[in-house]
């Protein structure tokens, strides 16, 4: 499986942002998908998931203004990030479980600066 991020940039206090994630290879049997973030120092952190069956879960921090969703006919991954504030900079990974094996694509920066 190889994933590829992207959507990340610099946006401003309350704006929003959508990264995708799309997904290659010997997809069949990926039953969860998932979006991460890690700052410098730190553990990464879950942001959100998403299900085969379509439930999802969210951190708290992100709960109301993130959304995540998947489109299985294109075999990608969407983060809707919205009324971003400065504590949501870092960056963002995207991570897939096929069998019980996990995958992750390269990250991407997101700033939220004035």
């Known amino acids: 499986v190889q994933l590829q991020a992207s959507g990340g940039g610099l946006v401003q206090p309350g704006g929003s942002l959508r990264l995708s994630c799309a997904a290659s290879?010997?997809?069949?049997?990926?039953?969860?998908m998932g979006w991460y973030r890690q700052d410098p120092g730190k553990q990464r952190e879950l942001v959100a998931v998403?299900?085969?069956?379509?439930?999802?879960n969210y951190a708290d921090s992100v709960k109301g203004r993130f959304t995540i969703s998947r489109d299985n006919a294109k075999n990608t991954m969407y983060l809707q990030m919205n009324s971003l504030k400065p504590e949501d900079t870092s960056v963002y990974y995207c991570?897939?479980?096929?069998?019980?094996?996990?995958?992750w694509g390269q990250g991407t920066l997101v700033t939220v600066s004035s």
């Open positions: 290879g010997s997809i069949f049997g990926i039953n969860v």
């Open positions: 998403i299900f085969s069956g379509g439930s999802t």
């Open positions: 991570n897939a479980v096929r069998f019980n094996r996990e995958y």
